[in-house]
């Protein structure tokens, strides 16, 4: 039994599929990280009975805002950070705090596109193959250790639209997946 911290920024769907597939399980999520007032997954915590937990970061540093959100996983003691959409680079302070510990997902087969729009992006690249992409956290955007990547092969008439439900639905279903192998098995 083993506890997870989900940082996240917007939307919040990765957060939920993370959520309810540690509820059905012996893990649980203990809070959510978000540093965007008003973002959806605030109201998906309150419902799912996570507390939410808002940490601006604005005029602060980002060491200055890591430092409140260490403060709070303090009084949970959380094995693993799962990143699930938070929009914010992670510093040497918090990196150390958990080392190796600290997930990511993106949407696009690392190492191409990473940042912003990875959807769009490999979508207007013409690639054949595109997909999902979860890694270890460093410092770096989107550049630490691909732990598993899953490819969707283009048939060339999805549209934009078609790709981001597909590329969505591999999300929901591998990252909380993975998430609870690594929490079974200890070891990421
Ligand atoms: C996902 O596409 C994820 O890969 C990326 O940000 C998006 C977050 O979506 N890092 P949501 O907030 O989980 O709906």
Do not use: W
């Not at 430092?67 to 959409?85: M, N, Q, W």
């Amino acid at each position: 039994m083993a506890e997870i911290a989900v940082f996240a920024s917007g939307n919040g769907s990765n957060f939920q599929a993370i959520a309810e597939a540690a509820a059905a399980s012996d893990h649980s999520v203990c809070c959510l990280i978000c540093d965007q007032p008003g973002a959806a997954v605030l109201r998906r915590a309150e419902s799912l009975n996570i507390r939410p937990v808002l940490i601006s970061y604005r005029g602060k540093t980002r060491e200055e805002a890591e430092k409140e959100i260490i403060g709070i996983l303090e009084e949970y003691g959380p094995e693993f950070i799962v990143l699930a959409g938070f929009m914010k680079l992670i510093s040497p302070l918090l990196l150390d705090a958990f080392p190796g510990k600290i997930i990511n997902i993106h949407p696009s087969l690392l190492p191409r596109y990473p940042g912003t729009h990875a959807i769009e992006r490999s979508f207007d690249s013409g690639d054949k193959e595109i997909g999902i992409t979860i890694h270890q956290v460093d410092s770096g955007m989107d550049t630490g250790k691909v732990l598993f990547q899953k490819t969707y092969r283009r048939t060339g008439h999805e549209t934009i639209d078609e790709i981001e439900t597909i590329i969505h639905g591999l999300e929901h279903k591998y990252y909380p997946e993975l998430v609870l192998k690594l929490l079974n098995s200890n070891n990421i």
